[in-house]
């Protein structure tokens, strides 16, 4: 009976282990993982102007923007 108590509590420790794990990713590495997704495919997609580089953090970037939607622009970062 003892050997099935601590099974027991060790099952139980398991599972709140994973479950504050399970939480830890989902509000706060998702959100991060998951823009950084997004930005990049934007940016994948974009039509962008390298003319007039913007440096930024030691980084150089271009002024992007999505076909057929001149009016908002948006920093991609320089490939070239």
Do not use: H
Not at 4 to 11: Q, R
Not at 15 to 28: E, K
Not at 61 to 77: A, D, M, P
């Amino acid at each position: 009976m003892k050997e099935a108590t601590g099974e027991l509590n060790m099952a139980v420790i398991v599972t709140i282990s994973i479950g504050i794990l399970a939480a830890f990713f989902f509000s706060y590495l998702w959100p991060i993982i998951n823009n950084n997704f997004q930005r990049t495919a934007q940016c994948n997609k974009a039509i962008c102007d390298c003319k007039d580089i913007v440096q930024i953090n030691d980084i150089d970037y271009c002024t992007c923007w999505q076909e057929g939607n001149e009016s908002q622009k948006f920093n991609c970062i320089f490939k070239g």
